[in-house]
């Protein structure tokens, strides 16, 4: 199910850094490749997710797991399926404290995609996952 080791449960502060690192080696890549890759029926799932973020985050109502499933699907749409079935994040770290932003970054990853933008899905993701990375810090 994890064959890269990224799955982990608990809220330690040091291993969600280890993590967030990891995640900022792989997922501004896998965002790229998701460009060149998607197809139109995963660009529309995505959207769909992102989405559903962002009205359940208006709504005031949890949305991590949706939070999760919107970055599985960008591995989706990378095209690799290693990738796709390594990508099983534990979201929620930094508390909601940045739930606004994740409606700002997630769109701008998607729309990213959709324009086939490599540069733009890159560094829009590496902006998403450093304003987490910032929100733990904070918290150690």
Do not use: W
């Not at 060149?36 to 208006?58: H, S």
Request: charged letters at 30%.
């Amino acid at each position: 199910e994890d064959p890269l080791g990224l799955a982990f449960e608990g809220s330690d502060e040091s291993l969600a850094l280890d993590m967030m690192d990891v995640r900022l080696m792989l997922e501004p890549e896998i965002a790229a490749l998701a460009c060149v890759n998607a197809t139109k029926e995963q660009i529309k799932n995505m959207m769909n997710v992102c989405d559903k973020v962002e009205k359940l985050i208006k709504e005031n109502k949890p949305y991590r797991q949706e939070d999760a499933l919107f970055h599985q699907m960008v591995a989706e749409c990378s095209g690799n399926t290693v990738i796709t079935s390594s990508v099983q994040l534990n979201i929620g770290v930094t508390r909601d404290k940045y739930k606004n932003d994740t409606i700002i970054q997630h769109r701008n990853i998607a729309e990213a995609i959709v324009e086939r933008d490599i540069y733009k899905a890159k560094y829009s993701m590496i902006t998403h996952l450093n304003i987490l990375r910032n929100g733990i810090l904070e918290n150690k």
